[in-house]
C-alpha cells in the first residue's frame, strides 16, 4: 500500500488570491471579488475580519481599498466602520496591524468624506485612545506612533484632544501608573 498525499489547500477558497514570493503587486483584498462564495463583498468582510486564522490581518492591511471600494455608500461604510470597531477588539498582532493602517485610513476619509470629523471621531479615535494603555508593547506603541502622524497632519479636532487624548495622557503620567506606561506617554 503506498500513501498519496495531495495538498489540499489549493481546492481551499479561502478568498484571497495566492501569490508566490516574486510578485510585487500582492493584492490583499481578493476577498471582495465576486464569485468566491454566496455572501455580497461586506458580508465576505465580516466572514474573514472575524476568522480564527490570519485572514483577520490580512484583513486590517487591506481596511484602507474595503473603504474606498464601499465609501460612496453611507450603511456600506457604517457597516465596514463597525467592522473595524469589532476589529479592534481582536489579538495583539490584528491590534497592531490595525493601528499602523489607522493614519492612512483617516487621510482617506478626510479626503473624501464629507463627514470626516463625525466619523472619525466615533470609530478611530475611541480605538487609538484605547491602544495607548493597551497591555501589549506592541500595540501602544503603534498608538502612539499613529497619533503622533494624526497630529501632525491636523485629523483630530480640538475637542477630540482635549476630552478623549488628553484625559488618558494625563492619566498615564500619574504616579500610580506603571514606568513603562509613563515614559511612553512622555516620549
Known amino acids: 500500500l503506498s500513501l498519496y498525499f495531495e495538498d489540499g489547500h489549493d481546492d481551499l477558497d479561502d478568498g484571497f488570491d495566492d ?8 493584492r490583499i483584498t481578493a476577498f471582495l471579488d465576486a464569485g468566491q462564495d454566496n455572501l ?4 465576505r468582510l465580516e466572514k474573514y475580519a472575524f476568522s480564527e486564522n490570519v485572514f483577520n490581518q490580512i484583513v486590517a492591511r487591506g481596511l484602507l481599498d474595503v473603504l474606498r471600494e ?8 457604517i457597516s465596514v466602520m463597525e467592522t473595524v470597531a469589532r476589529m479592534s477588539e481582536d489579538g ?15 487621510m482617506f ?3 473624501s468624506r464629507p463627514n470626516f470629523p463625525a466619523a472619525f471621531s466615533r470609530y478611530l479615535v475611541p480605538i487609538v ?20 502622524v494624526l497630529l501632525e497632519q491636523g485629523l483630530i479636532s480640538k475637542a477630540d484632544m482635549e476630552t478623549k487624548v488628553c484625559p488618558v495622557l494625563l492619566d498615564l503620567t500619574e504616579p500610580r501608573c506603571d514606568d513603562d506606561y509613563k515614559i511612553e506617554a512622555v516620549a
Not at 464601499?70 to 461604510?77: P, Y
Not at 495583539?92 to 483617516?106: C, D, F, G, K, S
Open 70 to 77: 464601499f465609501s460612496d455608500n453611507e450603511n456600506d461604510f
Open 109 to 111: 476619509l478626510h479626503e
Open 40 to 43: 455580497t463583498p461586506l458580508g
Open 19 to 26: 501569490y508566490g514570493s516574486e510578485c510585487d503587486g500582492i
Open 129 to 148: 485612545v484605547r491602544y495607548l494603555t493597551d497591555p501589549n508593547n506592541q500595540v501602544r506603541k503603534t498608538s502612539q506612533a499613529a497619533l503622533l
Open 92 to 106: 495583539p498582532t490584528v491590534r497592531a496591524e490595525l493601528m499602523e493602517q489607522v493614519p492612512n485610513i483617516a
